[in-house]
């Protein structure tokens, strides 16, 4: 069964920085692209960061990019979100997902495997 | 970036009801269309993907449709644990982007 688990989600003041972490079992992880996306009552859901399986290539949405970093360790299986200079409005559960790959032939960029999220609030 | 537009935002239907949701893209694109579904305080989960193929496990009540800009997903017969939010995400190009969601309300 697949699994993912996110933590590192807090409290935090602007201009401050969190770390995010994603805890995957039950796949082969470095065989899957993975991908943040956060979900604000306001905004929805948004697409944040995504990385390949081997780790050689990443990719930001505007909003973050220049201040937000994706990376992966696959010798533990852990997704990571690195985020700097951090503003009110990156205020959101933060979800660690899966991208199918294999459906594809390669990267899918849509998402078969959520985590339970992780909640980031930042205050001004 | 790609806009999706999803109606109507909520949607208030009865069990055993036939349901459809729309998505609109403001851009065409052939069938790069996923839908999920999200119920309160759980992480989305995936139905559909390329417009219109069921992904493992999810009922046959669900199925999608369309192409170019406006796609759908029917739900035949709905069941109680059918009422839930749905999004559509499309990933036709970066960045990847989702509608806005449509909430199916028990009437």
């Known amino acids: 069964e697949v699994q993912l688990l996110e933590s590192g989600g807090d409290l935090v003041q602007s201009g401050g920085s969190l770390r995010l972490s994603c805890a995957a079992s039950?796949?082969?992880?470095?065989?899957?692209?993975m991908s943040w996306v956060r979900q604000t009552p306001r905004k929805g859901l948004e697409w944040v960061a995504g990385?390949?399986?081997?780790?050689?290539?990443?990719t930001y949405a505007d909003s973050v990019r220049g201040r937000f970093t994706i990376s992966r360790d696959n010798s533990k299986n852990t997704l990571y979100l690195q985020m700097n200079s951090l503003r009110a409005e990156d205020t959101a559960m933060y979800y660690c997902?899966?991208?199918?790959?294999?459906?594809?032939?390669?990267?899918?960029?849509?998402?078969?495997?959520w985590g339970q999220g992780t909640l980031v609030t930042v205050s001004s | 970036d790609i806009q999706m537009t999803q109606s109507p935002s909520t949607l208030s239907a009865s069990v055993g009801d036939r349901v459809t949701l729309t998505c609109r893209a403001s851009?065409?694109?052939?069938?790069?269309l996923a839908w999920y579904q999200q119920k309160p305080g759980k992480a989305p989960k995936l139905l559909i993907y390329?417009?219109?193929n069921l992904q493992s496990g999810v009922p046959s009540r669900f199925s999608g449709s369309g192409s170019g800009t406006k796609f759908t997903l029917t739900i035949s017969s709905l069941q109680p644990d059918d009422f839930a939010s749905y999004y559509c995400?499309?990933?036709?190009?970066?960045?990847?982007?989702f509608g806005e969601g449509t909430k199916l309300e028990i009437k």
């Open positions: 039950g796949f082969t992880f470095r065989s899957y692209a």
């Open positions: 851009q065409s694109f052939n069938s790069w």
């Open positions: 995400q499309q990933y036709f190009s970066f960045p990847y982007t």
């Open positions: 390329k417009a219109s």
């Open positions: 990385i390949s399986g081997v780790g050689l290539g990443a």
């Open positions: 997902a899966r991208d199918p790959g294999k459906q594809c032939g390669g990267d899918c960029h849509y998402f078969d495997d």
